[in-house]
């Protein structure tokens, strides 16, 4: 524990007599969880979308969350919200679970066994800065495989790669695209919301004890449609259409029906100066990456971008950022309200910025191009009228950690150790072992996109944005 974390929880500790004895009723729950993680683990149904937290089997934690915890270690009622989301995490991820087992197991019992053993933990000082000590999200880097690869020495090949790579993304920016045969996908009709209606709604969604927005119903269907992007799709075959993931029988490998064309969209959030703001994910499949040429190290089965936009308190757009689903190409899109910060120093991965936007308007909307086989995300333009050919629906992305088998049951699309999908194995794993990332170019769960091959550095990190942009939060 760092000297200025003990100093934090000081308080806390200071506060505690003896460790009580624990309730027969928590006794009994703690027992109910340590059964249940056996039948999960056993039927590898495990759901890793969020860390667990050791000797708290009720709580899961985020990368976002995870940075509250100094906040919470000064302020009783932020404890205690915070205390709050983890459980909701842990629920929501042993839905998903329970689920996949297929067993008669009550969600109603997690629910009422997880609040018993935090009242019991949240009275107890010395459980509660333990807590806090433990609430910590892994990093998706390995540093055995970073040592085992002479990291220190491979790493200066390959960023001088991915400088090349860089230069001809920007090229590609530059020229813009070609005449080529594409689709264009859009959301749902909607009718507009004026920016003070997307203000009002931000500024209520934030009224709780961690400051977190988190709009609800109406105002988020209408936060969700303002903001979705359109997809414009340079298609030459199957692949390059998009679809809902389904699993058939006898696969390995969830299929995806371009008949159906879903996008899937979920919430997250970063911090910028004890600040949480909200983040808006949409992400769209593809069948597979097809190989370009004989030997392609990075073709595979599924493909998808990834799309996120960033907000303003006001409901304004201030960066938008996107990748694939395995992590790679990462790249960022900032608006005037994003001044970009320089790198520390030139040997990293830091903030690909191969264009910037305007100042995005009431009622525009990001049109996002995107190359055939490749699915390289190309120049973005704003519209009102983007003029979509198809309307694409919205499907949350939770779905895909229980997905309904056709044979009855359901499964995760993500796997129970370390949130790869099997099966989308890419070749270029085998060259890029020693950046420390595994089976890189796999697709993954979200909570597990580690973005760089050099330098450390995670799609969803509470202060990604923080430590790259200035942000006009005016």
Request: aromatic share 8%; charged share 25%.
């Amino acid at each position: 524990m760092t000297s200025r974390f003990a100093i934090l929880l000081a308080p806390l500790l200071a506060a505690a007599c003896a460790t009580p004895q624990t309730a027969p009723q928590a006794r009994e729950c703690s027992e109910w969880f340590r059964d249940l993680d056996a039948q999960v683990d056993a039927a590898r149904v495990r759901d890793v979308q969020e860390a667990r937290i050791p000797g708290y089997p009720y709580l899961r934690v985020n990368r976002l969350l995870a940075s509250f915890r100094e906040t919470a270690a000064r302020d009783e009622g932020a404890l205690h919200a915070l205390v709050e989301r983890m459980q909701a995490l842990d629920l929501a991820a042993r839905g998903h679970e329970i689920a996949n087992l297929e067993a008669a197991v009550p969600l109603e019992r997690a629910r009422e066994c997880g609040s018993r053993l935090r009242a019991a933990d949240l009275a107890d000082a010395r459980l509660r800065a333990r807590l806090l000590e433990r609430a910590t999200v892994p990093d998706d880097y390995s540093t055995v495989m970073r040592v085992l690869g002479l990291y220190a020495l491979t790493r200066w090949p390959f960023i001088a790669g991915v400088r090349e790579y860089e230069e001809g993304v920007r090229a590609a920016f530059r020229a813009g695209p070609a005449a080529r045969t594409v689709l264009r996908y859009g959301p749902p009709e909607a009718p507009p919301v004026p920016r003070p209606a997307l203000a009002a709604m931000m500024e209520r969604a934030s009224a709780n004890p961690l400051g977190i927005p988190e709009p609800q119903g109406a105002a988020l269907e209408a936060l969700y449609a303002a903001h979705a992007p359109v997809f414009e799709i340079e298609t030459a075959d199957a692949y390059d259409r998009p679809g809902a993931l389904h699993w058939r029988a006898g696969d390995g490998v969830p299929s995806v029906d371009a008949a159906e064309p879903v996008v899937y969209r979920h919430l997250a959030w970063t911090r910028y100066r004890e600040r949480a703001l909200l983040q808006l994910v949409y992400t769209v499949w593809f069948s597979e990456r097809p190989p370009e040429s004989p030997g392609d190290i990075l073709a595979g089965k599924l493909d998808g971008v990834t799309w996120r936009v960033t907000l303003a308190p006001d409901g304004a757009p201030l960066v938008y950022d996107s990748m694939h689903p395995c992590g790679c190409f990462h790249m960022f899109l900032p608006t005037p309200r994003a001044l970009p910060v320089p790198a520390p120093h030139g040997g990293l991965e830091w903030m690909f910025a191969p264009q910037s936007l305007r100042a995005v308007a009431d009622g525009e909307r990001p049109v996002v191009s995107i190359a055939s086989r490749t699915h390289y995300v190309g120049r973005v333009t704003l519209a009102r009228h983007a003029g979509a050919a198809q309307r694409y629906a919205f499907r949350a992305y939770d779905e895909l950690r229980s997905l309904p088998r056709p044979g009855g049951g359901s499964a995760s699309i993500f796997g129970p150790a370390d949130g790869l999908i099997a099966g989308t194995e890419r070749p270029e794993r085998f060259l890029f072992w020693p950046m420390g990332i595994a089976s890189a170019g796999a697709m993954r769960q979200w909570g597990h996109h580690a973005t760089a091959f050099v330098g450390r550095r995670h799609f969803d990190d509470a202060d990604l944005l923080e430590k790259r942009f200035v942000f006009d939060l005016r």
